[in-house]
């Protein structure tokens, strides 16, 4: 699949090579023309793979159509081909379309932003509260280890020692607990196979 005109241009990309990063410029979309691409996202300090893209499918457009930063990274799961689609391929299509029409598609972009930032990763086990508390300790610590001596950065320190090892105690008495997620799949999975 080839899209021509508006200065498009194959990409062509080596397995594990980044297209873009979040927070990153949006000055083109693209379309998966062969291969896999990764959509991916850091929260809370882990990578998060939102979706896998097949050939012929669109990402990147959201930052082209309102000119935001983009939300995620791309990467190429495989060695790819991409089809990279610039703004102005897309600006010069858009003068041709009823005002109406592009201010519409501006607030489903800006909806589908929202809706994204609200279903972001949330803690959803024991397990990823107790990630989520290990990763702002930490983030607490280098802060705190930056502070003066007269700042009680050491009192501050010693506490967060401490909650270390409650952590350390709530992971060990949580060990043999069920994770709602899973039992939610195999109950899933056990349906399925009725």
């Given amino acids: 699949m080839f899209v021509k005109g508006g200065g498009t241009k194959k990409r062509f990309l080596k397995q594990g090579e980044v297209l873009f990063r979040d927070g990153d410029a ?5 379309i998966v023309d062969s291969g896999h691409v990764g959509i991916c996202k850091i929260v809370e300090g882990e990578e998060d793979e939102l979706a896998t893209l097949n050939p012929g499918e669109l990402f990147g457009e959201m930052a ?13 799961k495989e060695d790819s ?9 897309l600006e ?19 909806n589908l932003r929202s809706v994204h930032q609200a279903y972001m990763k ?3 086990s024991i397990n990823d509260y107790m990630n989520a508390i290990e990763f702002h300790t930490q983030g ?11 700042q009680m950065s050491t009192e501050g ?12 105690d709530l992971r060990r008495s949580f060990k043999d607990h069920d994770d709602p997620r899973f039992s939610a799949l195999r109950e899933q999975d ?3 196979k009725k």
């Fill in 81 to 89: 081909v991409v089809i990279e689609i610039p703004t102005a391929a």
């Fill in 140 to 150: 607490f610590r280098l802060y705190l280890t930056r502070l003066d001596e007269s």
């Fill in 190 to 192: 056990i349906n399925h």
């Fill in 26 to 30: 949006g000055d083109a979309a693209f």
């Fill in 64 to 76: 082209i159509v309102d000119g935001s930063k983009r939300m995620a990274h791309a990467l190429a």
């Fill in 157 to 168: 320190l010693e506490k967060l020692a401490r909650i270390d090892v409650l952590v350390r």
């Fill in 92 to 110: 010069m299509r858009l003068k041709k379309v009823d005002p109406f029409l592009k201010a519409l598609m501006n607030i489903l972009v800006n």
């Fill in 122 to 124: 949330r803690a959803r």
